[in-house]
């Protein structure tokens, strides 16, 4: 059965302050007009890291619900259903920390006869990370990824379904980010590995992920994004395509909404998913 998503958090890059050119061509009591600078592009996307950490100083707040849904009619199917909350705090002004954690209900349908079904639900494991953004050249950024998991979860029993791993993991990557006109792109690439306890068989996975997104206005971006897991141990490598929008209420809230779908994966049933997230800067 493929895990719980992770909780994440995502993050925001600071706008670029605004310069005066000219001579002193202004008459005497003269107003000077300045026209209002449009917010820039949103980086962040619901399942590719970007490199724009939060501004120091900004608390960002993340709320998200992810449903998971798992199997064919053929095959034992799963449900899930998380509500994630995260805080990000921009430390310096290319470093930001983060801490969430989430609470999750799972439902696990047995075979045909109905032997084996199982639910759970409890609190989810806790995550915590940094993000440190070391170049900044014109409008591409590259940054450097920490995450460690923690594994406060529900552990289950005999008939409830564990809704933690189970055992430490930590995830190190590379996130990349620049801006092609009205287009935004990501790319990270980041590897995760236990770290201690019962893993359960579980091996490092590799993952690459990519996305483009496309400001329709300022507020309003469509995008697409490819997730691709190699995976080391015993949990197969997969495939996936996800489709959503961003759209920025005001200058300090954002809501993503998106659906990610399988298209490969050897040996796992077919799954669909959903992030619906809304973020505040404060």
């Given at each position: 059965?493929?895990?719980?998503?992770?909780?994440?958090?995502?993050?925001?890059?600071?706008?670029?302050?605004?310069?005066?050119?000219?001579?002193?061509?202004?008459?005497?009591?003269?107003?000077?007009?300045?026209?209002?600078?449009?917010?820039?592009?949103?980086?962040?996307?619901?399942?590719?890291?970007?490199?724009?950490?939060?501004?120091?100083?900004?608390?960002?707040?993340?709320?998200?619900?992810?449903?998971?849904?798992?199997?064919?009619?053929?095959?034992?199917?799963?449900?899930?259903?998380?509500?994630?909350?995260?805080?990000?705090?921009?430390?310096?002004?290319?470093?930001?920390v983060k801490l969430g954690a989430g609470?999750?209900?799972?439902?696990?349908?047995?075979?045909?006869?109905?032997?084996?079904?199982?639910?759970?639900?409890?609190?989810?494991?806790?995550?915590?990370?940094?993000?440190?953004?070391?170049?900044?050249?014109?409008?591409?950024?590259?940054?450097?990824?920490?995450?460690?998991?923690?594994?406060?979860?529900?552990?289950?029993?005999?008939?409830?379904?564990?809704?933690?791993?189970?055992?430490?993991?930590?995830?190190?990557?590379?996130?990349?980010?620049?801006?092609?006109?009205?287009?935004?792109?990501?790319?990270?690439?980041?590897?995760?590995?236990?770290?201690?306890?019962?893993?359960?068989?579980?091996?490092?996975?590799?993952?690459?992920?990519?996305?483009?997104?496309?400001?329709?206005?300022?507020?309003?971006?469509?995008?697409?994004?490819?997730?691709?897991?190699?995976?080391?141990?015993?949990?197969?490598?997969?495939?996936?395509?996800?489709?959503?929008?961003?759209?920025?209420?005001?200058?300090?809230?954002?809501?993503?909404?998106?659906?990610?779908?399988?298209?490969?994966?050897?040996?796992?049933?077919?799954?669909?998913?959903?992030?619906?997230?809304?973020?505040?800067?404060?």
């Amino acid at each position: 059965m493929r895990a719980l998503p992770y909780v994440a958090a995502l993050w925001l890059a600071a706008r670029p302050a605004a310069a005066l050119a000219g001579g002193s061509a202004l008459d005497a009591g003269e107003a000077l007009e300045v026209p209002a600078e449009e917010p820039g592009m949103e980086h962040g996307k619901p399942g590719t890291a970007d490199a724009s950490p939060v501004d120091p100083g900004v608390l960002e707040l993340e709320g998200s619900f992810l449903p998971v849904w798992e199997g064919t009619a053929r095959r034992a199917a799963s449900r899930s259903m998380t509500f994630a909350a995260s805080v990000a705090y921009g430390v310096a002004p290319d470093v930001a920390v983060k801490l969430g954690a989430g609470f999750a209900s799972l439902q696990q349908d047995g075979a045909a006869d109905g032997v084996g079904a199982a639910s759970g639900a409890g609190g989810t494991d806790a995550v915590t990370g940094a993000r440190w953004r070391f170049l900044r050249a014109g409008s591409l950024e590259i940054a450097v990824l920490g995450e460690v998991v923690i594994p406060v979860g529900a552990r289950g029993s005999g008939t409830d379904l564990a809704l933690s791993q189970g055992f430490w993991s930590g995830r190190v990557g590379l996130a990349a980010t620049k801006d092609l006109g009205p287009l935004t792109a990501n790319l990270e690439v980041a590897c995760s590995a236990p770290l201690g306890g019962d893993t359960a068989g579980a091996g490092a996975i590799v993952q690459t992920n990519a996305a483009v997104g496309y400001g329709v206005t300022h507020v309003l971006q469509p995008e697409v994004e490819l997730h691709y897991t190699a995976a080391l141990g015993a949990d197969p490598s997969a495939l996936a395509a996800m489709g959503g929008v961003i759209v920025l209420v005001g200058d300090r809230h954002r809501v993503m909404a998106a659906v990610e779908r399988s298209l490969w994966a050897p040996g796992a049933p077919p799954w669909t998913s959903a992030v619906l997230a809304l973020k505040t800067s404060l």
